[in-house]
């Protein structure tokens, strides 16, 4: 007699069904934590339709799981995607870093449907989102790099060969803690950017004393990016100019609105941010001045266009 065959491993049915851009995705939720279903279908499929259809299949190959939040008046937001615990064997068996805990998923998405600031989290993933958006519609442009708020919560993490030894044991008190990073390229020029995502409710003062820390790290590294303030509001805009007019900070700190990008329907990439201390006018985020040697070893370019397209 015959012995029936062995189900087959999970893990192994489901890496033998990934595509690249489902990789692509998997990696997103393991280190961002939480996107929507508008999120992922804008950044990485051509239609919403065919986004869902995938997303359900990752979800019966229990790679992803998802919730949906109610609204306070009534109704409910879309779908949100979490990785499940097969989406966490996958990506730690991808990147070599050993299994992962038995109850990581479970864990971690108790935290996200729990998390008081879930729509700051949401906020700041969709910048990035809309510039995969792009990237995906415009052949010549990518985001490089996108590293989540956690990347820089370990003291250290900012200390480079050069910099101030000091950088060691200040830790999070005294310098930055964006809310991500990235490296955004156009054909042979890319640009390095911290992002700080602002929902509007917390006061200024608290936004001046986060330029402070970027102030200090500026004084202390090499590290010279250009800083992305996210503003809900022109006025909100206005009024964080008018602060920075008195201080004249030397980091370079580039900001927009979701106002102006609303009525525009403009990208994060395009002619949105308007710079600290330099005038009138925006500029794309690939014009925006930076200083990093280290930047530049890894993602070398060639010149910009004019004296004021790279800091010297």
Request: proline content about 8%.
């Amino acid at each position: 007699m015959r012995r029936p065959l062995a189900a087959p491993d999970p893990l192994l049915r489901l890496q033998a069904s990934i595509t690249a851009r489902d990789d692509r995705l998997l990696g997103w939720l393991y280190d961002h934590g939480v996107l929507t279903t508008d999120q992922i279908a804008i950044a990485l499929f051509p239609s919403l339709d065919f986004a869902q259809r995938r997303l359900r299949r990752l979800t019966v190959l229990r790679a992803t799981d998802r919730f949906r939040p109610n609204r306070a008046y009534g109704g409910s937001y879309p779908y949100h995607y979490v990785l499940n615990q097969l989406g966490y064997e996958h990506v730690h068996a991808q990147r070599g870093l050993g299994a992962p805990r038995r109850d990581q998923a479970r864990r971690r998405k108790q935290a996200l449907t729990a998390r008081p600031d879930l729509p700051h989290l949401l906020g700041g993933n969709q910048v990035f989102i809309d510039l995969a958006a792009h990237a995906r519609t415009h052949p010549d442009t990518r985001l490089d790099r996108w590293q989540p708020a956690s990347a820089f919560h370990d003291p250290g993490v900012f200390y480079r060969s050069g910099g101030d030894p000091q950088m060691m044991v200040r830790g999070a008190t005294g310098l930055p803690r964006p809310d991500g990073a990235g490296v955004w390229t156009e054909q042979d020029r890319s640009v390095p950017f911290f992002l700080e995502y602002d929902t509007g409710r917390e006061r200024l003062d608290v936004l001046t004393a986060k330029i402070g820390k970027y102030e200090r790290l500026y004084a202390m590294s090499t590290w010279a990016w250009p800083v992305l303030f996210h503003l809900p509001s022109a006025r909100r805009e206005a009024n964080l100019h008018h602060r920075l007019a008195d201080t004249r900070p030397r980091a370079i700190i580039a900001t927009t609105t979701a106002d102006l990008r609303a009525t525009t329907g403009t990208s994060p990439a395009e002619q949105v941010w308007q710079l600290s201390g330099l005038g009138a006018g925006r500029h794309r985020l690939i014009d925006l001045p930076y200083t990093d040697t280290h930047h530049d070893a890894e993602f070398p370019t060639l010149p910009g266009p004019g004296p004021d397209s790279r800091a010297a």
